[in-house]
């Protein structure tokens, strides 16, 4: 993850033709997220306690992820910045707080990943599969969600993990078994 921010208006035309108009809907994603871009590198985040983490595929089997939970402004603007790796099995957890829509990037994040957008009630509401390191492109979610989870690309495709999956973690009232 990079940056996050309230959905934003339709973004076609961002690319480098259009160089004012991406650096205003970049800008406007910062400023909506209420976060002021620091320029200092996010430390590798060793040390900060892991939290398990299930996801229900519809076929029953139960995939187990060790993630970092990103809560506050800081640790939601920074996410998996300037990170070189993630260990397999890991992953982090954006939690806004309620639902909403989200937009995100992979700005500064050179670990390639699947994002899974998640509802209040825990349920994966769209995936984003193979982000690409450092693209600028927004990845808006597909309606209001509560969560984002970011784990390594391809993980999603390997565990046949699918829209409609249910996540167990606290924050959905629920946890894992």
Same mark, same amino acid.
């Given at each position: ?8 208006? !339709? ?102 990943? !699947? ?63």
């Amino acid at each position: 993850m990079s940056r996050f921010a309230p959905s934003l208006p !339709d973004s076609p035309g961002l690319d480098r033709r259009h160089g004012c108009r991406r650096r205003a809907v970049l800008a406007t994603v910062t400023l909506m997220a209420g976060l002021a871009p620091t320029g200092v590198p996010a430390a590798p985040s060793r040390g900060r306690r892991r939290q398990p983490l299930a996801i229900v595929t519809r076929a029953g089997d139960v995939r187990r992820f060790a993630v970092e939970l990103a809560r506050t402004p800081r640790q939601l603007s920074r996410g998996l910045m300037f990170r070189d790796a993630m260990a397999p099995g890991h992953g982090m957890l954006f939690d806004f707080g309620r639902e909403r829509p989200v937009a995100m990037w992979m700005r500064n994040t050179p670990i390639p990943l !699947d994002m899974l957008f998640i509802d209040a009630l825990g349920r994966i509401r769209g995936i984003a599969a193979d982000a690409v390191p450092f693209s600028e492109a927004v990845i808006l979610s597909p309606g209001p969600v509560r969560a984002v989870l970011e784990l390594n690309a391809g993980t999603v495709r390997r565990l046949g993990i699918a829209t409609g999956d249910r996540v167990l973690h606290g924050i959905f009232g629920s946890a894992t078994r």
